[in-house]
């Protein structure tokens, strides 16, 4: 499908694109939901990001916004079972090597030619995208890897059993869809930023998180069966250092919320230490993981990206 330009007013420094396209992933078959932020030029280099559970490429859209007024292309991909992309309602679509498939085709619309693009994944997104990276040994410019747990903890299994009870509750209206949003952020991801965010770019933020039934109810807006792969246990985790070690990446930054559970691990620890292409970052106020929704984080993001650029 042919992007789809859509100018947010006469005076906007950026462009904003959608489109959908068609992805195979192994047996399934099903579409995958894109947003594009550009300058005006139309040109520039180009930031893929990836969301976590849960999100969609809307996550992105402060950031995205600012990144292409300064002269970046944005590419947000909403992940399949999220937000706009197709829904499977079947598990193993979701499987590690589909996912992979996914983002192969993603790469090859957005990653052509010589030039190596940057990305920023979060949370579970930017675990995906480091086993596809390693998998299928992309070389890229600068990675920014926003608060991924590195090594097994109980509490992901907790976390993923806790999401499948939360897609089965129901909402009246819209504001109370967005009351558990905040409360589950300020509780679950130990988020205490929310003071810092313009309340229109979070109302933004949480409505892209809901859908509606139809029956006129609000449910939030991904898929159940995402959640269903079984539980996450020590034995079935990446080996991450190994992983790590592996990228073709010029650079390598590390962000993390200072409230996160996943900051202090021994793999972290060990990047920091052992890997001269690594650089760490803590977000003061920020819990699991930082939403980048507030200009002082932008410009963290900015800056690593344009420093290596401009070498």
Known sequence: MPLSPRRADPGSPFIHRTAGHDV????????????????????????????????????????????????????CPDLPGHGRSTHFKNSEAYATGHMSRALAALSGIYARGSEPVSVLGASWGGAAILLFLAAYRLRVRALIVNDIAFEYDPYLDRYTRFLRKEWDRRFSSLEEARRQLMARNHVLFRQRDNDRIDPNVMRRHLNAHIGRTFAGKYRFNYDRAFMRRGRIVPGSYPDYRTVMASLRADRIMLMFGEHSPFRDSATVQSLRRDDRRVEYVEIPGAGHAPRLMTEGEVAIVREFLERRAAR
């Open 24 to 75: 195979v992933m192994g047996p399934h078959k099903g579409r995958l939901f894109v947003r594009q932020w550009l300058p005006k030029s139309g040109t520039g280099p180009i930031l893929i990001a990836i969301h976590g559970l849960t999100g969609s490429g809307m996550d992105f859209e402060f950031m995205a916004q600012r990144l292409a007024g300064a002269g970046w292309q944005v590419i």
